[in-house]
């Protein structure tokens, strides 16, 4: 008779709670817009689903740790533009960023449709 050593228990995210939404006409507005911190050293991770290109700046979980293990993610900005087809990388002038695809990740999934609601309103 085998005895399992560890369980193991997928609990996926509850809930995400954004502040801030930024959004911007084009995936070459919202690389310019971080060309800045890209330059300064700072990685951006640009990420795509649903149509949408964004950059998520989310609070880490151990600064909201009861809130994570409830199932809650804290993001304290999104920024995003409308991007139809999928690119591994958006280019302007001579900066390019490499654009990583999300769109198997059910969480990313529903990010994206959320993201992609708001291409159309004015908030």
């Known amino acids: 008779m085998r005895e399992d050593l560890v ?27 971080f060309t800045f911190l890209m330059k300064m050293g700072q990685p ?4 795509w ?6 950059v998520t ?3 880490p979980p151990p600064e909201m740790p009861d809130d994570y293990a409830r199932g809650d993610l ?6 995003y533009a409308p991007m139809p087809e999928y690119s591994q990388n958006v280019r302007v ?3 390019e960023m490499g654009v990583i695809d999300l769109s198997r990740s059910p969480v990313s999934v529903e ?3 959320f993201l992609k609601s708001k ?5």
């Open 57 to 59: 700046q989310p609070i």
């Open 7 to 33: 369980q193991i228990v997928h609990e996926p995210l509850k809930r995400i709670v954004v502040r801030e939404l930024i959004k911007y006409d084009n995936a070459q507005q919202l690389v310019t817009a």
């Open 44 to 47: 951006i991770l640009l990420t």
């Open 111 to 113: 990010l994206g449709k």
């Open 49 to 54: 689903s649903e149509g949408v290109v964004f």
């Open 93 to 95: 002038g001579n900066v």
């Open 119 to 123: 291409l159309h309103t004015s908030s």
């Open 74 to 79: 804290y993001v304290a900005s999104i920024s």
